[in-house]
């Protein structure tokens, strides 16, 4: 099960076409999955037994300029690259490190160990109150243990975290997003990306589902999850 919590609103389970928005708290179960999509075509894969909030998401369609801020305080995402991420306007932090991503797709897990990212595609810069790495090479992995240390240096990532990340990212068979009998594809109003409010705040449309391939840095096929 997927829930959201708006501001200081109710606590609400998430279905296709669902709509999140500003400031609003994400928090899967032991068996929940989802995924957000973006205007600007970005996505946001989220494991079981995570919690993140969406801090902002700004977007000018007609420009391609705005930007994102995702805080991830337990779990797992994946977060695939969209407009904003090509212009290196995209950031998700953790309470180890600040994460921005350029032009790609990237995989952050928090826990009690500190934080894991690794580099699927693009260019990563990992920022805390110790110092600062970036990393470019795909397929590598950085280990932050808590804000105040520094980045360890970047590691190929070992194959059984890469198989990991595809079993907690990746649909279970069953999953229908909370509709009863829904079983392909989403249908187009699902699809709907975040929209501007009369509040200038933008909304989301939930898609509850995962990827297929969950570490395959290119768009995800739609897929169903709850």
Do not use: C
């Not at 990212?117 to 109150?129: A, D, H, S």
């Amino acid at each position: 099960m997927t829930e959201s919590t708006s501001p200081g609103g109710s606590t609400n389970k998430l279905t296709v076409g669902a709509r999140v928005v500003h400031k609003e708290h994400i928090h899967t179960s032991p068996t929940g999955s989802v995924q957000l999509l973006f205007l600007d075509k970005s996505s946001l894969n989220i494991a079981p037994n995570t919690n993140l909030l969406i801090d902002e998401f700004v977007y000018d369609p007609a420009s391609g300029s705005g930007h994102m801020l995702t805080s991830l305080t337990r779990g797992t995402l994946q977060f695939i690259g969209g407009k904003l991420s090509h212009e290196g306007a995209v950031t998700v932090t953790t309470p180890a490190a600040a994460v921005g991503i350029r032009g790609g797709t990237a995989t952050i897990e928090h826990g009690a160990h500190g934080t894991q990212v690794t580099n699927q595609y693009g260019t990563l810069t990992i920022q805390n109150g110790a110092g600062t790495i970036v990393v470019t090479r795909p397929g590598f992995v950085v280990t932050i243990a808590n804000w105040n240390t520094v980045p360890g240096q970047p590691a190929r990532v070992a194959a059984a975290q890469v198989n990991h990340h595809i079993q907690i990212l990746s649909s279970k068979s069953g999953q229908n997003g909370g509709v009863p009998g829904l079983n392909g594809l989403a249908t187009s109003k699902s699809e709907q990306p975040w929209l501007r409010t009369d509040s200038g705040v933008n909304d989301a449309s939930a898609i509850i589902q995962s990827t297929q391939r969950a570490m395959i840095p290119t768009p995800p096929r739609i897929t169903h999850g709850d």
